[in-house]
């Protein structure tokens, strides 16, 4: 009932993310060293990074990007992702609600020491930017013989 | 405050008779609302449309999605800001909306809902007479 009459959303979940987020704050302070360029948890655009044999994949879920704008650069094994986001301001509306990020963003991620700056493929589908570097030939594991 | 924006009132993934246990990602959703209806935005990258699920029961709409990222088998995850691949979010409409009248568009992963008000119900100017 009253709820309908006020526009703040209060329910249990945002609860739950905001201790999540303080647990974390409270946890990274006093615990072991970060990485040097790691970022905090929440960090525009959010991206997953794995790794095979033979190739390192990094995956930035960046919705409504037109694949122009978005700007990759790979130094040795850094590859820097930025880009800029244009959310359209709508004149003449009342908005409610504004979650979805706009304007520009950068973001590094360090990839293992082996990578081929040479051999990079970066793919845009549904939103998602896919960016594959290929690995060394020389540091994949093998199978040693023994005689 | 106006009571006219149920549509915002309600969040997260409390919909009703949704009873999946699986955790969900809260896709981040633009609402606003002009004199012919209320437009939602919302960003679910990695979904298609063949993995998008949009529905309206009674006066609750449902958003929902599965990601799909191909994944080389036998990969290690080194770091996962996403470490779920189900959206989930619904919103409660309120009457003067029209929900048989919805439409929607899924282009590189931003999803666009609009919902028309009834005709009858839009806003008119009401003209003050000098009297």
């Not at chain 2, 993934?13 to 959703?29: F, H, N, Q, T, Y």
Request: a negative charge; zero cysteines.
């Amino acid at each position: 009932m009253f709820g309908s009459l006020t526009n703040f959303e209060g329910s249990l979940l945002d609860d739950l993310w905001r201790m999540q987020r303080e647990m974390d704050e409270a946890f990274t302070r006093w615990s072991w060293p970060t990485g040097i360029r790691s970022v905090a948890r929440g960090t525009y655009p959010p991206l997953n990074v794995g790794v095979t044999p033979e190739k390192a994949d990094v995956y930035l879920f960046v919705a409504g990007m037109d694949p122009k704008a978005l700007d990759l650069s790979i130094q040795r094994n850094l590859l820097t992702i930025s880009g800029e986001r244009n959310v359209p301001e709508r004149e003449g509306v009342q908005y409610y609600r504004e979650e979805r990020f706009d304007g520009a963003f950068r973001r590094v991620v360090t990839l293992p020491d082996d990578v081929d700056p040479e051999k990079v493929e970066a793919t845009y589908t549904d939103g998602v930017l896919h960016v594959s570097v290929q690995r060394r030939e020389a540091t994949r594991p093998r199978q040693i013989e023994i005689k | 405050m106006s009571e006219k924006s149920d549509v915002t009132a309600r969040g997260a993934g409390e919909a009703k008779g949704g009873g999946d246990p699986r955790p969900v990602l809260r896709p981040p959703v633009n609402i606003f609302e002009d004199a012919h209806g209320i437009t939602l935005e919302a960003d679910m990258p990695g979904v298609s449309k063949d993995r998008l699920n949009l529905q309206v029961d009674k006066d609750t709409l449902l958003v929902e999605g599965d990601a799909q990222i191909d994944v080389p088998a036998g990969m290690e995850a080194l770091y996962a800001d996403v470490r779920v691949t189900h959206y989930r979010r619904s919103f409660t409409l309120s009457g003067e909306l029209e929900p048989d009248k919805i439409e929607a568009s899924l282009k590189d992963g931003v999803l666009t809902v609009r919902v028309p008000k009834r005709a009858e119900l839009r806003p008119r100017k009401i003209e003050v007479r000098a009297g």
